[in-house]
C-alpha cells in the first residue's frame, strides 16, 4: 500500500484483462473525489498530473496531498507525470518522489525521440522509477499538448518494437485514433484496433510478453457533463468523446492504462456551474467546490464500473 510503480498494476491488469484507470488532478477536491471512488471500489490507481498542474498545484502541495490519499485510503496509488517534454521535468518529478513519469518526445524526430527516451528511462530506472513514453502523435489541444490533425500520425508497428528494445522504456503510448481534449471527432469515432493489435502481437512474439500499452486521449466527453454545464450557461458545443464499448474492447486488448481527463473537468464544472444557478447568495467555496467532489466521485465509480473494469484490483495485488 502507499505510492507505488505501475509494475504490478499492469501485470494484474494484462493477466485479468482491465485497465488501470489514470485520472488527472489539479486540486484537492479532485484528487479527494478520485479516491473516494477507488476506496469504494476498491481499485488501485494512478494520480496524474500535466507540466502546467504541476506548477498550479505547486510540487510541495501535490506530494504532500497525495501522500495524504495514500495513507488514507491504503490504495495503491501511483503518482505519474503526464507528458513531461523534456529531461529536466521528468529528472525534478523522479527526485520528488513521483513513481512513474512520461516522457514525450513524439514532436522530435524518432531518433532524437529514442535518444531522450532513453536518457530519461536510464536516470528513472536507477531510482526505482518506471517510465512510458509516446511513439505517434494525438491530434488535440489539452494542457501543454497542442497537435492539429493535419499533424496527427499512428503509430507504426515496426517502429514500435524497435523504439521498445533500444530505449527499456517500461510502458508506450500509442497513436490509434484517440485525441486529447473534448472534441475528438467531427463524426464517427473511429479507433484503430487492428493497428493495437499487430503493436500487441510484435511485442510479444519478440519476448516483450504483455507489454503494458497505454491510451491517452481517452475521455468518453459524458453527455450528461456537457448538457448540465450547457443548460447552466456553458458553451460546450459539438464535443464528442470515445464510446466506452471502444474503450472497453481496448482494455481487453493489452491496453492496461487509460488516461482520462476532460472528463473530471466537464463534471467539476458541470457540479459548479449547477450550484452557484440554484443557489446565487451561496458564497462559501466549500459549497460548490464540495459538490465538485461529488460529481468526480460519482464519475470515477462509473469509470472504473463500466469502461476500465479495475474494481477489486486491489485484491490481485497482495
Not at 458541470?270 to 466549500?286: G, H, L, Q, S
Amino acid at each position: 500500500m502507499g505510492l507505488v510503480t505501475t509494475k504490478k498494476m499492469f501485470e494484474a491488469a494484462n493477466n485479468k484483462h482491465y485497465a488501470i484507470g489514470a485520472f488527472n488532478i489539479n486540486n484537492m477536491e479532485i484528487i479527494q473525489g478520485i479516491i473516494d471512488a477507488c476506496k469504494k471500489e476498491n481499485s488501485a490507481v494512478i494520480l496524474q498530473v500535466s507540466k502546467s498542474a504541476f506548477k498550479y498545484m505547486r510540487p510541495g502541495y501535490l506530494m504532500g496531498m497525495v501522500k495524504a490519499a495514500a495513507e488514507e485510503s491504503g490504495l495503491d496509488i501511483a503518482l505519474h507525470l503526464d507528458h513531461g517534454e523534456d529531461f529536466e521535468i521528468c529528472k525534478e518529478c523522479v527526485d520528488l518522489g513521483f513513481t512513474s513519469v512520461m516522457i514525450d518526445g513524439s514532436h522530435h524526430d524518432y531518433e532524437d525521440n529514442v535518444a531522450l527516451t532513453k536518457q530519461v528511462v536510464e536516470y528513472a530506472h536507477a531510482h526505482g522509477v518506471v517510465v512510458e513514453a509516446e511513439l505517434g502523435k494525438l491530434a488535440g489541444v489539452e494542457d501543454e499538448v497542442k497537435v492539429d490533425a493535419a499533424n496527427a500520425t499512428y503509430t507504426d508497428p515496426d517502429q514500435a518494437l524497435d523504439f521498445v528494445k533500444r530505449t527499456g522504456v517500461d510502458s508506450l503510448a500509442i497513436a490509434i485514433g484517440t485525441s486529447h481534449g473534448a472534441y475528438k471527432f467531427k463524426g464517427e469515432a473511429k479507433l484503430d484496433f487492428d493497428r493495437l493489435e499487430t503493436i500487441s502481437k510484435k511485442l510479444e512474439d519478440a519476448g516483450f510478453h504483455n507489454y503494458p500499452i497505454v491510451l491517452h486521449g481517452a475521455s468518453s466527453v459524458d453527455p450528461g457533463s456537457v448538457d448540465l454545464c450547457n443548460k447552466y450557461g456553458g458553451q460546450i458545443n459539438n464535443a464528442k468523446g470515445i464510446p466506452t464499448d471502444m474503450l472497453r474492447k481496448a482494455s481487453s486488448m493489452g491496453v492496461c492504462k487509460i488516461n482520462m481527463d476532460t472528463d473530471i473537468r466537464l463534471a467539476m464544472t458541470a457540479a459548479i456551474r449547477e450550484f452557484m444557478a440554484n443557489k446565487p447568495a451561496e458564497f462559501d467555496p466549500r459549497g460548490y467546490l464540495g459538490k465538485g467532489r461529488e460529481y468526480v466521485q460519482a464519475l470515477v465509480e462509473g469509470k472504473i464500473k463500466n469502461v476500465i473494469g479495475s474494481s477489486n484490483s486491489m485484491d490481485d495485488l497482495k
